[in-house]
């Protein structure tokens, strides 16, 4: 089993910032990539950014220049700066870890449950 617990949401008004933290635990042998997704009610959960073990990081153009994902040097801790937040950035936010639980297994994904961000007006 692997867990993965996300933290760092809560309420904050326009303009403002938050940081997301993630951590990744269990039964890890490697892990490829971590990512950020985020659902707002009714809306389809989306990407919003990506950093891989190479820290190679991929943004959601909806947040480019204004949210900055990171990670730790073991790779089961990552981050998403969160600045000039928008009431639009209100949603439910996820960490994805892509990892290899044991050596020559498949890489598989696993979800936390999510951290809640509002923004207001």
């Known amino acids: 089993q692997v867990q993965v617990v996300e933290s760092g949401g809560g309420l904050v008004q326009a303009g403002g910032s938050l940081r997301l933290s993630c951590a990744a635990s269990?039964?890890?042998?490697?892990?490829?990539?971590m990512s950020w997704y985020r659902q707002a009610p009714g809306a389809q959960r989306d990407v919003v950014a990506t950093?891989?073990?190479?820290?190679?990081?991929n943004y959601a153009n909806s947040v480019k220049g204004r949210f900055t994902i990171s990670r730790d040097s073991a790779e089961n801790t990552m981050y998403l700066q969160m600045n000039s937040l928008k009431p639009e950035d209100t949603a439910v936010y996820y960490c994805?870890?892509?990892?290899?639980?044991?050596?020559?297994?498949?890489?598989?994904?696993?979800w936390g449950r999510g951290t809640q961000v509002t923004v207001s007006s």
């Open positions: 994805l870890v892509r990892a290899m639980q044991v050596p020559s297994d498949a890489y598989r994904n696993w």
């Open positions: 269990g039964n890890i042998f490697k892990i490829s990539a």
């Open positions: 950093i891989t073990s190479s820290d190679t990081t």
